[in-house]
C-alpha cells in the first residue's frame, strides 16, 4: 500500500490500526492511486488466493496541517464516505468527482449510485464508484442511512457535526458494556447532536435498528409511553396500556431507542425505562435530559463543554463558530487577532454549542469585535436562533429559561444566591451565602445537589475537597433574577450570626484573575472571572479518522482491509 502511494505521489498523513489517511498533490493522482492499490491488494501472490478486501472514500475539501496532522471538517467527510463502502470499493463524492470527471485515465469510469445520507447526518451526498479493469463492480447496497437493511428515523441536520470524536468513542463504549446511558447537561450544550450521532454510528445493520423519540413537545408523563409506540409504529391493542402493548412488541427486537429531552417527563421516562430494561433483554436506551432519570442500571455521561484551544491550533468550539459563521455567508480571514477573539468569545460562552452558533448568526451584521464587547449582555445579543426550532431553543435567554422553570422554589433560591460567586466555590461558602430563613443550612447540600444533577452547578474533584461552579452564562442570568426579585443575599457570617447584603449586580466577565469577596459570609477567595491551497487527501479505514479540527483544500481516498469475506 505505501509503495502505491509513492509511486503517486501520495503522503502518508495517518495510520490507526488498519487505517490509513493520505493527500496526494490531485484528485486524479489520488483516484489513480486508489485503484492502483485495488488492482495490487488483488494481485498479491503472499494471500494466496484469499482476498484483502479494503474500502476507500475519496472526497475534495479542506483542511488545515497542524502538528497532529490535517484537520478539518472534510476529513470527517472523506471519513463518512469511505464508512458507507463495501471492502473492495473505491467511492467517489460528488466534489471529487468533479474534479476528475474529466481526466478520467483509459478504462477507467465512475458509476453514479445516487445521493446517500451519510452517518455524519448532514445532506445527502451524491456518490460514484470508480469502475476499472482489475476492480469488482457488483456490490450490495451501500451502508448508507437510506439503506432498506439499516431501519432508521434518524433526521438530517442542516449543520454539519464539529469535533466531539473523544465524546462520541466514550458514550459508545458505555453503550456496549450498558443498556442505558442518559447524556446530561446544561441546555444548549449538545446533548440531542451527540446523541444522534452516537446513534447513527451505531446503525450496523445488525438488529432491528435505531429510533429517536422525541419528547420536546410532550407536555403530559401519561402519554410518554403512548410517544414511543407511535414513533416505533406499534398498533394500539384494546383493552392494553401502550406500556404493555410496547413491551410485548419489544421483547424479542434488537433496538436502540434514542429518548430525547426526558427532563420535563423524568418520571414518566425513568418508569418506561426501568420496564424496557427489565423486559426487553436486547434493547438499548440513550436518553437526554437536563438530569439523570436515577434508576438501577443507567450509566451517566455528562457531555462537557466543547474544547477552546488545542496546542496544535483552533478547538473544537472554535471550529463550530467559524463553521456556522460560514454558513451565515460570513468568511472571517483568521489572522492572530481574528484567532484570539473567536478564541475569547467561545470561552466567555463557556464553549457552549447552542450560545456558540447564536454568536456566529450575529456576525452576518456586527463584526467579531462587535459581538466580543456586547457579551456582557449575552441574553440580549443572543437571539437569532432557528425559526424552525422550539421556542425554548431560540435564544439563550429561553434555553436558561426553561431549566430555571423546571426548580422548585428552594432550588431557585439556591442558585440565585450562588450568582455571587464569579469563581469557585466550596460546600462551606455555599451554606454561608445560602441558608436563610427559608432555606436551613442542612438543607444547602442536598440543594447544591440537585443543582449539579440538573447541570446548572458544575462540580470539579481535581483536589481533596469538591469545588463547585457555575457556567458564566448560568451566573449572569442567576444573578438578573435575584435584582428581579427585588431579593437580598443572605447568608450567615463565620460565627453564625445572620447577615444581610443589599443586592448588586455581579461584576461583567473579564479574563484576569480577581480576589471575590463572597456574599455575606466574608470568605476571601482566588477566584476567575471568565465571563489553503490545493491538495487531495487519501484514506483507507475501519474506523472512522482522527482529527477535529477545521481549514489546504483537499481530496481524500479511504479504504481499510476488512475481513477476507465480502462485507
Given at each position: 500500500m505505501r509503495a502505491a502511494l509513492g509511486r503517486h505521489q501520495g503522503e502518508e498523513v495517518d495510520t490507526q490500526g488498519d487505517a490509513f489517511f493520505a493527500v496526494f498533490s490531485s484528485p486524479r493522482a489520488c483516484l489513480a492511486g486508489a485503484i492502483d492499490i485495488q488492482r495490487a491488494m488483488a494481485a498479491d501472490p503472499l494471500l494466496a488466493g484469499e482476498k484483502l478486501r479494503v474500502r476507500m472514500g475519496i472526497h475534495s475539501g479542506e483542511a488545515e496541517r497542524t502538528a497532529t496532522g490535517l484537520v478539518g471538517l472534510d476529513v470527517h467527510r472523506a471519513a463518512r464516505v469511505a464508512g458507507v463502502a463495501h471492502g473492495g470499493q473505491v467511492l467517489v463524492s460528488e466534489s471529487a468527482a468533479a474534479l476528475v470527471r474529466s481526466s478520467l485515465g483509459e478504462g477507467v469510469s465512475l458509476l453514479d449510485l445516487g445521493s446517500h445520507r451519510l452517518k455524519d447526518l448532514g445532506q445527502p451526498e451524491r456518490i460514484y464508484q470508480a469502475a476499472a479493469d482489475g476492480l469488482e463492480t457488483?456490490?450490495?447496497?451501500?451502508?448508507?442511512?437510506?439503506?432498506?437493511?439499516?431501519?432508521?428515523?434518524?433526521?438530517?441536520?442542516?449543520?454539519?457535526?464539529?469535533?466531539?470524536?473523544?465524546?462520541?468513542?466514550?458514550?459508545?463504549?458505555?453503550?456496549?458494556?450498558?443498556?442505558?446511558?442518559?447524556?446530561?447537561?446544561?441546555?444548549?450544550?449538545?446533548?440531542?447532536?451527540?446523541?444522534?450521532?452516537?446513534?447513527?454510528?451505531?446503525?450496523?445493520?445488525?438488529?432491528?435498528?435505531?429510533?429517536?423519540?422525541?419528547?420536546?413537545?410532550?407536555?403530559?408523563?401519561?402519554?410518554?409511553?403512548?410517544?414511543?409506540?407511535?414513533?416505533?409504529?406499534?398498533?394500539?391493542?384494546?383493552?392494553r396500556s401502550a406500556e404493555e402493548v410496547l413491551l410485548g412488541a419489544l421483547e424479542p427486537q434488537r433496538l436502540l431507542v434514542v429518548l430525547d429531552n426526558c427532563e420535563h417527563l423524568i418520571g414518566a421516562c425513568a418508569k418506561l425505562a426501568d420496564s424496557l430494561l427489565r423486559h426487553c433483554p436486547n434493547v438499548r436506551l440513550l436518553t437526554t435530559s437536563r438530569e439523570p432519570l436515577g434508576i438501577s442500571g443507567e450509566s451517566i455521561y455528562r457531555v462537557p463543554s466543547l474544547s477552546i484551544s488545542r496546542e496544535d491550533g483552533l478547538g473544537d468550539a472554535a471550529l463550530l463558530f467559524l463553521d456556522r459563521a460560514r454558513g451565515q455567508g460570513v468568511a472571517i480571514d483568521l489572522g492572530p487577532a481574528e484567532r484570539e477573539l473567536v478564541a475569547s468569545i467561545c470561552r466567555r460562552l463557556d464553549g457552549m454549542p447552542l450560545a456558540i452558533e447564536l454568536a456566529a448568526a450575529r456576525t452576518r451584521s456586527m463584526s467579531l469585535a462587535s459581538v466580543h464587547d456586547r457579551l456582557d449582555q449575552r441574553f440580549r445579543l443572543l437571539t437569532g436562533g432557528s425559526r424552525s426550532a422550539l421556542e425554548r431553543q431560540q435564544t439563550l435567554r429561553a434555553t436558561v429559561?426553561?431549566?430555571?422553570?423546571?426548580?422548585?422554589?428552594?432550588?431557585?433560591?439556591?442558585?440565585?444566591?450562588?450568582?455571587?460567586?464569579?469563581?469557585?466555590?466550596?460546600?462551606?461558602?455555599?451554606?454561608?451565602?445560602?441558608?436563610?430563613?427559608?432555606?436551613?443550612?442542612?438543607?444547602?447540600?442536598?440543594?447544591?445537589?440537585?443543582?449539579?444533577?440538573?447541570?446548572?452547578?458544575?462540580?470539579?474533584?481535581?483536589?481533596?475537597?469538591?469545588?463547585?461552579?457555575?457556567?458564566?452564562?448560568?451566573?449572569?442570568?442567576?444573578?438578573?433574577?435575584?435584582?428581579?426579585?427585588?431579593?437580598?443575599?443572605?447568608?450567615?457570617?463565620?460565627?453564625?450570626?445572620?447577615?444581610?447584603?443589599?443586592?448588586?449586580?455581579?461584576?461583567?466577565?473579564?479574563?484576569?484573575?480577581?480576589?471575590?469577596?463572597?456574599?455575606?459570609?466574608?470568605?476571601?477567595?482566588?477566584t476567575t472571572r471568565t465571563c489553503g491551497g490545493q491538495s487531495s487527501i487519501w484514506r483507507a479505514t475501519g474506523r472512522e479518522p482522527s482529527s477535529s479540527s477545521a481549514s489546504p483544500r483537499l481530496s481524500a481516498p479511504t479504504g481499510s482491509p476488512t475481513s477476507p469475506s465480502p462485507s
Open positions: 457488483d456490490f450490495p447496497p451501500l451502508k448508507s442511512l437510506d439503506n432498506p437493511a439499516l431501519p432508521n428515523n434518524l433526521p438530517a441536520q442542516v449543520g454539519s457535526f464539529v469535533g466531539r470524536r473523544s465524546e462520541v468513542a466514550q458514550v459508545r463504549e458505555l453503550l456496549q458494556s450498558g443498556r442505558l446511558v442518559t447524556l446530561t447537561g446544561a441546555g444548549g450544550c449538545g446533548k440531542t447532536r451527540l446523541a444522534l450521532q452516537v446513534a447513527a454510528e451505531l446503525l450496523d445493520g445488525v438488529g432491528d435498528g435505531v429510533f429517536l423519540v422525541e419528547l420536546a413537545a410532550v407536555l403530559d408523563e401519561a402519554v410518554v409511553a403512548d410517544a414511543v409506540r407511535e414513533t416505533l409504529r406499534i398498533a394500539p391493542q384494546p383493552g429559561d426553561w431549566s430555571y422553570s423546571l426548580l422548585n422554589e428552594a432550588e431557585r433560591a439556591t442558585l440565585r444566591r450562588l450568582s455571587g460567586f464569579a469563581g469557585g466555590f466550596d460546600l462551606p461558602a455555599a451554606e454561608a451565602v445560602c441558608a436563610a430563613e427559608d432555606i436551613d443550612v442542612f438543607d444547602v447540600a442536598d440543594l447544591v445537589g440537585s443543582l449539579v444533577d440538573k447541570s446548572l452547578v458544575a462540580i470539579d474533584r481535581a483536589g481533596a475537597d469538591d469545588r463547585y461552579h457555575l457556567l458564566e452564562t448560568i451566573r449572569q442570568y442567576a444573578a438578573e433574577r435575584l435584582l428581579e426579585e427585588g431579593e437580598t443575599a443572605v447568608g450567615r457570617s463565620p460565627a453564625g450570626t445572620p447577615s444581610t447584603t443589599s443586592p448588586s449586580p455581579p461584576p461583567p466577565s473579564t479574563s484576569s484573575p480577581a480576589r471575590s469577596r463572597c456574599t455575606g459570609c466574608g470568605a476571601s477567595r482566588q
